[in-house]
């Protein structure tokens, strides 16, 4: 008699939710006593399919829920609607969402509503201020109420929980899974070339890379990180930014007339993972209000300063390896300029790798899915941190 394999539905709306959940649905797919079935509610259209065609993944539903304008609470009422019908139908053995989003919250509570089990992948980030980052430091805590497994990257993370309360049987240190994604990537030795980044290839002077939408950032604070920008560009004249501008229309209205006439700005589109990727390692200096970045680029070995007042990610800054700066033009542009001219500040951030994960993230998971549905005997080893030096 050939055993039934459990299901377990993974859950995802936005480019970083797909991105950080490709290798631990690659994991399970290559597991015998597991199965696959991948939902998206297309909370980002456009940039959801850009990673869903790098990783070759193909929702079994689809929701489509994006619309033009869209509010938070307007993507969460639709996205658990849709969600808690797929659940009701297909009833899988575990539902795993990931991170802080919308459609993260709306998968859990949707999952809790049908009594399944609910995995949180990046489990137990706090901020400790529930306005930034908004809204996902309070959707992050809603899910984690509403989980039965908690996959924390970090022993502070898991910590994090424990503190709430949370039952430590449930809890795992795993690493972060965006990490598994970004050493798979990089195994294909993505290049800039026959990109609209190829002429980075050529420029002997320096890159920073800027990202910039987190919503608490937008009007005077957005304009004090383009401000510094700008001044950064005057002071060092090796020095090319090139800022991907998010979709949001706020951010490119006012990106564009504060930096586009900015000779060695390069305002663009957003770049798909594997172009991303390359991207990253180019720049010798990073500047960004994003989680994910602040996870992937010490891995790389590029420094990065953090443009928001709070992170709920203080294993880099702890490292050495991310600088929270804030969004205060002087302090920007200071920060900058010490991490420029200061080869050993420089060489000391660059060298420390990454807090977050090894790349064997998607494994733990899978192994304490295993374990926790009695596929398996053990629990996995936990994740531990090592500066390199």
């Known amino acids: 008699m050939v055993a039934i394999a459990s299901r377990i539905a993974v859950i995802f709306g936005t480019r970083p939710e797909a991105i950080k959940l490709a290798p631990v649905y690659a994991e399970i797919a290559r597991r015998d006593d597991l199965e696959p079935m991948l939902m998206a509610s297309g909370q980002h259209r456009e940039m959801l399919g850009q ?26 009422s639709r996205a658990f609607v849709g969600l808690e ?3 009701a139908e297909h ?12 459609t993260t919250f709306a998968g859990a509570l949707a999952g809790f509503f049908q009594q399944l089990r609910v995995g949180h992948v990046e489990a137990g980030l706090r901020s400790g201020n529930k306005y930034s980052p908004f809204p996902e430091e309070v959707f992050r805590r809603m899910t984690g109420v509403a989980a039965n497994l908690h996959f924390a990257a970090t022993d502070r993370a898991r910590d ?9 049987n449930t809890v795992f240190v795993t690493g972060n899974t965006v990490i598994d994604a970004l050493l798979a990537i990089r195994e294909r030795r993505p290049s800039l070339e026959d990109t609209e980044f ?11 890379l800027v990202t910039a939408h987190r919503r608490e950032n937008l009007g005077v604070p957005f304009t004090r990180i383009c401000t510094a920008i700008g001044e950064i560009v005057e002071r060092f004249s090796d020095l090319h930014v090139v800022f991907p501008m998010h979709l949001n229309p706020k951010v490119r209205r006012a990106a564009t007339e504060m930096l586009g006439d900015h000779e060695r700005v390069n305002l663009c589109e957003p770049a798909d993972y594997v172009t991303f990727v390359p991207l990253m390692a180019r720049s010798d200096l990073i500047l960004t209000d994003s989680g994910g970045i602040q996870e992937e680029a010490p891995a790389l070995g590029v420094p990065v300063l953090v443009a928001r007042d709070t992170t709920e990610r203080p294993e880099g800054v702890d490292a050495g390896v991310v600088r929270l700066v804030g969004t205060v033009t002087e302090d920007i542009v200071a920060a900058a300029e010490e991490v420029l ?5 420089y060489a000391r951030m660059a060298a420390g790798g990454s807090p977050y994960g090894d790349g064997r993230a998607s494994e733990r998971i899978c192994d304490a899915i295993e374990y926790v549905l009695d596929l398996r005997d053990e629990p996995p080893e936990e994740f531990e941190y090592t500066r390199a030096e």
């Not at 990673?51 to 938070?72: A, N, R, Y």
């Not at 009833?91 to 991170?99: I, S, T």
């Not at 994090?160 to 430590?168: H, I, M, R, W």
């Not at 001219?341 to 500040?345: E, L, Q």
Request: glycine residues 6%.
């Open 198 to 208: 190829e002429w980075l290839q050529e420029i002997d002077g320096r890159v920073m």
């Open 91 to 102: 009833r899988p053995d575990v539902v795993l969402v990931q991170g802080d989003t919308a």
């Open 160 to 168: 994090n929980l424990l503190g709430e309360t949370v039952d430590a």
């Open 51 to 76: 990673v869903c065609e790098v990783f070759h993944l193909e929702p079994d539903v689809s929701l489509d829920i994006m619309s033009h304008g869209q509010t938070p609470a307007e993507v969460l």
């Open 341 to 345: 001219t200061n080869a050993t500040i």
């Open 85 to 87: 019908e797929a659940l």
